[in-house]
């Protein structure tokens, strides 16, 4: 009997193991698609290329992703918040774009300035989203005169939980298959970590769908850019002299995102020279329910015409 029902086991485990393996090629198969369906092209820098993809008409504006995503999930992120020609880069690692031997954030703002050159844009606006904070705030330090206005939403900037550097186990966890595995197994673990909603938030159906599109988008995995934002970039931040940024400023942030922190972002906007702070009530990391207001928000700052001469803009190192 008893190996009857160690033999019974081990079918079992097989099984499972095959089933699980199908799956998995399937939800990759599924993933690579929907990159198919966005027209992304490359551009030639001194850091390597850099591949965009964009969507949209009008006054552009450069958004730049937050971790996990590329220029596809940078589109996605702002689908409903600007309508605007959106053109989101994937910063170095993701996707298509390069990583340059001893990346910095440095180096992705000027990366950055490199691939508004190539587009033929003096100034443009620019949209950061979490994690894409860093480099953008780059950009304003180093290249303000491109930079009509900076807006940053949920981001990682000093002093928030999320601007440190990981710990090297978190290498083992970063990467496509565990969390694929964490995504099937553990699904409401997974929409936790992504979401960084509180405990009794309650999703309406709308939302729900915006947090399985927003999961489905960061496969497949970039290792080499996740990598780069979670032991550089993200805790780069924190030696940004914020004083020194003279671009128009808005930062957006929700008090119950358990991610990055809304009083860092508070006090960052009260470091920035003029800059807006807009608290929402709620809606965690991925701003849930709140699109129409920051919709509002972004088209009355976008449209705020405090333009300024290249001259009147000094340069900066953005280190200091």
């Not at 090629?25 to 390597?48: E, I, N, Y």
């Not at 390069?98 to 587009?119: F, N, S, W, Y």
């Not at 979490?130 to 940053?152: D, F, I, N, W």
């Not at 699904?187 to 927003?214: Q, S």
Request: hydrophobic share 45%; with cysteine.
């Amino acid at each position: 009997m008893q190996p009857f029902l160690f033999a019974a086991c081990a079918a079992i485990v097989a099984i499972s193991a095959v089933s699980l393996a199908l799956r998995y090629r399937r939800d990759l198969r599924a993933a690579r698609a929907r990159l198919a369906a966005v027209k992304r092209h490359v551009v030639s820098t001194p850091w390597g290329a850099v591949e965009y993809a964009e969507r949209g008409s009008g006054a552009p504006a450069l958004v730049v992703h937050g971790i996990f995503h590329n220029c596809a999930g940078g589109l996605l992120s702002v689908r409903d918040l600007a309508n605007r020609r959106l053109i989101a880069p994937s910063r170095f690692g993701y996707l298509g774009s390069d990583m340059p031997h001893d990346a910095t954030p440095a180096h992705q703002a000027d990366a950055l300035a490199a691939l508004i050159d190539a587009l033929g844009i003096d100034r443009i606006d620019v949209i950061a989203v979490s994690a894409g904070a860093t480099s953008a705030l780059q950009l304003a330090l180093r290249h303000p005169e491109r930079v009509k206005h900076l807006a940053v939403l949920v981001g990682n900037l000093p002093g928030s939980p999320t601007a440190v550097v990981q710990p090297s186990v978190a290498k083992r966890f970063n990467r496509q298959f565990p969390l694929w595995v964490l995504r099937t197994c553990a699904p409401a673990v997974m929409v936790r970590l992504v979401t960084g909603l509180p405990k009794g938030f309650v999703m309406r159906r709308e939302e729900a769908r915006v947090v399985t599109e927003f999961i489905d988008s960061l496969f497949p995995v970039s290792p080499k850019g996740v990598d780069f934002d979670a032991f550089v970039s993200n805790a780069d931040v924190n030696d940004y002299r914020l004083e020194a940024i003279h671009v128009p400023t808005l930062i957006i942030h929700t008090k119950d995102d358990q991610l990055a922190s809304h009083d860092a972002s508070k006090r960052a906007a009260e470091r920035i020279p003029g800059a807006r702070f807009v608290s929402l009530e709620s809606g965690g990391h991925l701003m849930l329910g709140q699109t129409k207001r920051i919709r509002d928000e972004l088209a009355d700052f976008l449209a705020e015409r405090r333009d300024r001469s290249a001259e009147s803009l000094p340069s900066s190192s953005g280190k200091r």
